[in-house]
């Protein structure tokens, strides 16, 4: 779930507390993260079309790729995993298959994912 930006949870003017690991992502910075919302509008508006949330859409976009890529989203609430399962239920037509990856083509995702360190280390 893009560390809980695909959920249209997050967006600029939210305040991380300093303990979490998303202050020391570039992709979580407010810039960033008001550059990027156009990814989160996206799948909102198909959420909601489809009658479903955006973590939904983007794990049925994922299951919709290939028979043998499986997304695994992480969650310590039950809520949310009833909801990530709800995703298998999500059907999206080779149409909407078409159009939403026609628009990601077109999205330019801001912000690196890992601080410098560690994308260093990773060679990215």
Not at 55 to 65: C, F, G, K
Not at 87 to 97: C, F, G, Q
Not at 113 to 123: A, C, F, H, Q, W
Request: no cysteine; net charge positive; glycine share 6%.
């Amino acid at each position: 779930m893009g560390k809980g930006f695909l959920t249209g949870k997050i967006d600029k003017n939210t305040v991380f507390d300093s303990a979490d690991n998303r202050t020391a992502s570039p992709r979580f910075n407010m810039e960033n993260r008001e550059a990027n919302q156009v990814l989160v509008d996206l799948i909102s508006r198909m959420a909601a079309e489809k009658n479903a949330s955006p973590a939904q859409v983007a794990l049925a976009w994922v299951l919709a790729q290939k028979p043998w890529i499986v997304p695994i989203p992480g969650t310590r609430k039950l809520e949310r995993l009833e909801e990530n399962i709800g995703a298998a239920e999500v059907k999206l037509s080779p149409e909407e298959l078409s159009s939403l990856d026609s628009a990601l083509s077109k999205i330019k995702i801001s912000g690196d994912r890992y601080p410098t360190v560690i994308s260093n280390k990773l060679g990215k």
